[in-house]
């Protein structure tokens, strides 16, 4: 019988590699809330309706990626492929701008997208991210920054580079939308066809192209969007760019950097890192302040980033010591007699000194539960045979300096508790 496999484009997460993940998701959590931020969880599907309009109906994720379905009801169903528009949703449903004029809010989370898997890309991958929903003002998009950037450089990452635009209002991107057409218009014949679809409907899109030709021709003839922003968008990125000086975060300004996704206003803004090549995006967000109106809700300006998980954890290979944690006690059992006596005294140690610590089940020699110990990088040994079941004691070992006492069963909790 043929083995079922995972399906392509999944990863399963083993337990060499998943304290990894808690170690970093550990990190995440403790410093957004540092910045304030509490932790919002979505479900894991939403109607497509909600990524059609958000997202944008001609984009890749919209037209190509979505693991979509309709259920038994006649419901038209999508695994989220993004998070912004389902803490979006969730923002307006729920009314959270009633009970607080800024919601900070963040995430960690399983996404999908049925794109060709490849380094750095997976068709089921993980990002964390922030989403402040209440602040048109430009100190709340430095501040989102700045927590991406440091956030990375807090990981060790010292190959990272932040680039960051603005796209300005979408009053003034219908005038610059009709120049770029004009002009790009003259090249159609050399455009893919996914590209002439979106010199047609968005040429925005046509600066994140995948097709090396059209990006060529993008980068030497389009005038950037930042020639024809207003003065009030000028002076918002202005602004942003002097907080982010006086806080000593470098970055360059990319006036071709524009973001894929349609609910995008004025600023935009990347993190790379050298190491992952092509794939080099870590982090990337920006304002959108006309989505939740968009979506339903009372007009509210917003800002957020996403950062991918794996990414992240590419980067840091070459820091990872790839070994588990210590465990504080193994406990050899080496008679029968001493199962039911050793496992209580595991379980009271746990509940009363908080310590982890694990039991032998294979009734093994006492030299393989030794080898296991050490090979599970045990701080302590506690020894249970025959002898020690007859006179009511244990043999507790330091596993680090080969140290050994014997002691009475009822001291074993207050030994540990003292420490």
């Not at 109607?47 to 994720?61: A, N, P, W």
């Not at 603005?166 to 009709?178: F, L, N």
Request: proline share 3%; net charge neutral.
């Amino acid at each position: 019988m043929n083995k079922i496999r995972n399906i392509k484009g999944t990863k399963d997460l083993l337990p060499d590699t998943t304290f990894i993940w808690q170690e970093l998701e550990e990190k995440i959590h403790h410093f957004n809330q540092q910045f304030g931020y509490k932790e919002i969880r979505t479900p894991a599907f939403e109607e497509s309706d909600l990524f059609k309009r958000s997202v944008g109906s001609e984009t890749d994720i919209v037209n190509k990626e979505m693991y979509s379905w309709i259920d038994q009801g006649g419901n038209n169903l999508t695994l989220k492929p993004e998070l912004t528009a389902p803490v979006t949703r969730a923002y307006i449903q729920h009314e959270l701008g009633k009970s607080n004029p800024i919601n900070k809010l963040y995430y960690i989370d399983a996404l999908f997208r049925r794109e060709r898997p490849q380094k750095g890309r997976q068709r089921q991958f993980h990002q964390f991210g922030v989403e402040v929903f209440g602040s048109k003002f430009p100190e709340q998009d430095a501040e989102i920054i700045i927590m991406a950037f440091t956030f990375l450089q807090s990981l060790g990452l010292d190959d990272i580079s932040l680039e960051i635009n603005t796209i300005g209002s979408k009053s003034i991107r219908g005038a610059y939308i009709t120049i770029l057409q004009d002009l790009l218009n003259k090249y159609r014949q050399d455009f893919s066809a996914i590209d002439k679809q979106r010199l047609d409907k968005n040429p925005l899109r046509l600066f994140d192209s995948k097709d090396l030709k059209c990006r060529e021709i993008v980068n030497e003839t389009a005038p950037t969007i930042y020639d024809y922003i207003s003065k009030e968008d000028r002076l918002h990125f202005d602004n942003v760019c002097s907080i982010l000086n006086d806080s000593g975060i470098q970055y360059t300004h990319n006036q071709k950097l524009v973001r894929g996704l349609d609910y995008y206003t004025r600023t935009t803004f990347e993190i790379k890192s050298s190491s992952l090549g092509s794939q080099d995006a870590l982090c990337g967000g920006g304002r959108y302040d006309e989505l939740v109106e968009q979506l339903g809700g009372t007009s509210t300006p917003a800002v957020g980033f996403a950062a991918g998980i794996e990414r992240i954890i590419m980067t840091l290979e070459n820091q990872i010591q790839r070994s588990h944690k210590s465990i504080d006690i193994f406990m050899i059992l080496i008679s029968s007699d001493a199962l039911s006596p050793g496992m209580n005294l595991a379980n009271n140690i746990r509940n009363k000194c908080n310590l982890s610590v694990i039991t032998e089940t294979l009734r093994r020699s006492m030299r393989s539960q030794m080898r296991e110990a050490n090979r599970l990088n045990a701080n302590y040994s506690i020894i249970i045979g025959e002898d020690e079941i007859k006179s009511n004691t244990a043999i507790i070992k330091n596993m680090q300096n080969g140290e050994q006492i014997n002691m009475d069963m009822d001291k074993i909790i207050n030994y540990f508790i003292k420490g």
